[in-house]
């Protein structure tokens, strides 16, 4: 089976000097993202869109479950075989479920690109899912669930999920719960809700990257010989998380000995023009022991042992989040202290600031740009988020070329995040 080529994708790559970037589409709708890279080893990354903001209401967890079952056996071998099967061929792979789309990766030699591949295909189109693991894979996801509650931070950043952006999405669960799903949820699971959630999953939406030492064709050629029979699932359904505004919220811990706090407001979205902007403010803000909030927070005031904030991107917005833990005593100065700090942002940064903040996120590019599986990582990001494959140096050049009148312009007009606060 042949794949058909994008041309817009041939001409972006074709922009920024990489020929060997393209994007091919299966019959069925599984859009490919393949790159020739010279090299012994390849990567494959698979991203499903259906994640836990999926999760029908009343089966929060379904996802989580689901992606693990899929493990259990396939295509006749069951989890021994099918690991064993993996592992004859010196293959890595992995998974995992986040609140909009399940992933599963491989690796390996470029050898055995066809033959993983296919091993792959039989996991996702030809999953065993038998019924005596439903049992044992829910009372893992209730487990997990359950050690959410033991830290005061995980509680928070839970209660925080639920507060900022819960909330159900029609006849979908959305947001406001966990990948491991709710007690309710996980109780109102079985063989037969799972497999309903199964039949959903399918090529419509569902995106591959590949990074190999082969042509881009023949990366294609193999990707359509093994998924070439993908049968339809439902038509993927884009979640969008309502945003709370002005949520104020404690949470009472009585034997914790720390007061955490988090802050959360809406900024630029990943496809917005100010979103590179507001990633270099927000390295300088909070990118290690030389920004401001280390400073403000641990070294002037012995307020917190560590402060950070955060990019959310979900659904098509974004946001940032900040987080500290501080004594009870003293957490309502912490408080003040980073409102103050990120009012003073709207003030811009020092010319310091701006080189610092920009020669770490350059540097971070330049490592994430080396390895295949980031490789790959990375094209499917791209696609997500601003829905065409871009190469790695088009964000280099974008980065070299920002200005710190460009950053401290974005950051003077940046709304107040304040009379919107959530904690």
């Given at each position: 089976?042949?794949?058909?080529?994008?041309?817009?994708?041939?001409?972006?790559?074709?922009?920024?000097?990489?020929?060997?970037?393209?994007?091919?589409?299966?019959?069925?709708?599984?859009?490919?993202?393949?790159?020739r890279?010279?090299?012994?080893?390849?990567?494959?990354?698979?991203?499903?869109?259906?994640?836990?903001?999926?999760?029908?209401?009343?089966?929060?967890?379904?996802?989580?479950?689901?992606?693990?079952?899929?493990?259990?056996?396939?295509?006749?071998?069951?989890?021994?075989?099918?690991?064993?099967?993996?592992?004859?061929?010196?293959?890595?792979r992995?998974?995992?479920?986040?609140?909009?789309a399940?992933?599963?990766?491989?690796?390996?030699?470029?050898?055995?690109?066809?033959?993983?591949?296919?091993?792959?295909?039989?996991?996702?189109?030809?999953?065993?899912?038998?019924?005596?693991?439903?049992?044992?894979?829910?009372?893992?996801a209730?487990?997990d669930?359950?050690?959410?509650?033991?830290?005061?931070?995980?509680?928070?950043?839970?209660?925080?999920?639920?507060?900022?952006?819960?909330g159900?999405?029609?006849?979908?669960?959305?947001y406001?719960?966990?990948?491991?799903?709710?007690?309710?949820?996980?109780?109102?699971?079985?063989?037969?809700?799972?497999?309903?959630?199964?039949?959903?999953?399918g090529?419509?939406?569902?995106?591959?990257?590949?990074?190999?030492?082969?042509?881009?064709?023949?990366?294609?050629?193999?990707v359509?010989?093994?998924?070439?029979?993908?049968?339809?699932?439902a038509?993927?359904?884009?979640?969008?998380?309502?945003?709370?505004?002005?949520?104020?919220?404690?949470?009472?811990?009585?034997?914790?000995?720390?007061?955490?706090?988090?802050?959360?407001?809406?900024?630029?979205?990943?496809?917005?023009?100010?979103?590179?902007?507001?990633?270099?403010?927000?390295?300088?803000?909070?990118?290690?022991?030389?920004?401001?909030?280390?400073?403000?927070?641990?070294?002037?005031?012995?307020?917190?042992y560590?402060?950070?904030?955060?990019?959310?991107?979900l659904?098509?917005?974004?946001f940032?989040?900040?987080?500290a833990?501080?004594?009870?005593?003293?957490?309502?100065?912490?408080?003040?202290?980073?409102?103050?700090?990120?009012?003073?942002?709207?003030?811009?940064l020092?010319?310091?600031?701006?080189?610092?903040?920009?020669?770490?996120?350059?540097?971070?590019?330049?490592f994430?740009?080396?390895?295949r599986?980031?490789?790959?990582?990375?094209?499917?990001?791209?696609?997500?988020?601003?829905?065409?494959?871009?190469?790695?140096?088009?964000?280099?050049?974008?980065?070299?070329?920002?200005?710190?009148?460009?950053?401290n312009?974005?950051?003077?007009?940046?709304?107040?995040?304040?009379?919107?606060l959530?904690?």
């Amino acid at each position: 089976m042949i794949f058909t080529p994008d041309p817009a994708a041939k001409s972006a790559s074709a922009q920024f000097n990489n020929p060997h970037a393209q994007l091919f589409t299966l019959p069925g709708g599984l859009l490919l993202a393949a790159q020739r890279r010279a090299g012994d080893g390849f990567a494959v990354s698979l991203r499903l869109p259906w994640g836990s903001a999926h999760d029908p209401v009343g089966l929060e967890g379904a996802a989580g479950v689901l992606e693990e079952w899929l493990s259990k056996g396939a295509a006749g071998r069951d989890a021994r075989a099918l690991a064993g099967a993996f592992d004859d061929l010196g293959l890595r792979r992995g998974g995992g479920v986040g609140a909009e789309a399940a992933r599963l990766s491989l690796s390996g030699r470029n050898g055995q690109l066809g033959a993983g591949l296919s091993l792959l295909a039989d996991v996702v189109l030809r999953p065993t899912l038998p019924e005596s693991e439903v049992a044992v894979l829910t009372d893992l996801a209730r487990q997990d669930l359950a050690g959410l509650h033991d830290s005061p931070e995980d509680r928070l950043a839970l209660h925080t999920r639920q507060q900022v952006f819960g909330g159900r999405q029609g006849t979908l669960a959305g947001y406001g719960h966990p990948v491991s799903g709710t007690p309710g949820g996980l109780a109102a699971l079985n063989a037969e809700t799972l497999r309903t959630a199964y039949r959903r999953w399918g090529p419509e939406g569902s995106l591959m990257a590949v990074v190999a030492d082969l042509p881009c064709a023949e990366i294609a050629e193999l990707v359509g010989q093994a998924f070439g029979d993908w049968q339809p699932g439902a038509s993927p359904v884009l979640v969008e998380p309502p945003f709370h505004a002005g949520i104020r919220a404690h949470l009472p811990h009585g034997s914790s000995e720390q007061t955490h706090l988090s802050l959360t407001w809406p900024a630029p979205a990943a496809n917005h023009p100010d979103y590179l902007a507001s990633q270099v403010a927000l390295t300088a803000f909070s990118g290690g022991s030389a920004s401001r909030l280390f400073h403000a927070v641990r070294e002037e005031r012995g307020l917190a042992y560590a402060a950070h904030a955060s990019a959310l991107l979900l659904g098509s917005a974004g946001f940032w989040q900040v987080q500290a833990a501080s004594t009870p005593e003293r957490a309502a100065e912490t408080l003040e202290v980073l409102a103050a700090e990120t009012e003073r942002l709207r003030n811009g940064l020092s010319a310091t600031e701006f080189e610092r903040a920009r020669r770490g996120l350059l540097t971070g590019l330049a490592f994430s740009a080396e390895g295949r599986r980031a490789r790959a990582r990375a094209m499917l990001r791209d696609l997500v988020l601003l829905g065409r494959l871009r190469d790695p140096g088009e964000r280099t050049a974008q980065l070299r070329a920002l200005t710190l009148e460009q950053v401290n312009a974005y950051l003077a007009g940046r709304p107040d995040p304040w009379r919107k606060l959530r904690w």
